[in-house]
């Protein structure tokens, strides 16, 4: 009789913690497969479109270096002019080696953040204001104007979050 209730002592343990470990894996993985991706990414943004209300944007990723890094990238993609000037210009490099461009639908939340654009439309009133926030809206109107500046020149920072845009920050470049 002792043995017996041994045997069913250790069966039902066995299922109980079976129970909770099964329970507690697939908690886990649910939370895993729950977890936010995101992402941030240099890039150029090629085209931006809206369509039933949603904006997508096409952007052309870039690598982007700064200080020791970007001296290192410089050393080695064009040594002769490392030779000559001793380091990246204006302590930034970019690289851009595939043609692959991707497209992102852009959050109608997203942060902008711009430096650098035509606030007035006069070119004497072209001043840095760094990350002065704007409305995706207005980031609309100041992608498309290029009489006197072409934002589309700069490189962006862009964040996506489970594959949308929800931060485009401009990079000033000299």
Do not use: C
Not at 123 to 129: A, F, Q, R, V
Not at 163 to 172: E, H, L, M, R
């Amino acid at each position: 009789m002792k043995r017996t209730a041994a045997i069913i002592m250790a069966v039902f343990s066995f299922v109980v913690v079976s129970v909770f470990s099964t329970s507690g894996t697939a908690t886990a993985a649910g939370a895993a497969q729950n977890a936010v991706k995101t992402q941030t990414r240099t890039v150029y943004i090629k085209q931006m479109k809206t369509s039933d209300g949603h904006v997508r944007i096409t952007v052309d990723p870039i690598g982007w270096y700064v200080g020791k890094e970007a001296d290192r990238k410089f050393k080695e993609r064009e040594p002769e002019a490392f030779k000559e000037i001793g380091g990246a210009p204006d302590g930034y490099y970019i690289t851009n080696d595939s043609k692959r461009t991707a497209s992102y639908q852009v959050a109608s939340d997203a942060k902008v953040m711009m430096q650098i654009y035509d606030r007035t439309g006069k070119m004497e009133d072209i001043d840095l204001k760094w990350n002065e926030k704007v409305s995706l809206n207005k980031f609309k109107s100041i992608y498309r104007n290029t009489k006197l500046m072409d934002v589309r020149e700069f490189p962006y920072h862009i964040t996506i979050k489970n594959g949308q845009v929800v931060k485009i920050v401009q990079q000033f470049i000299p």
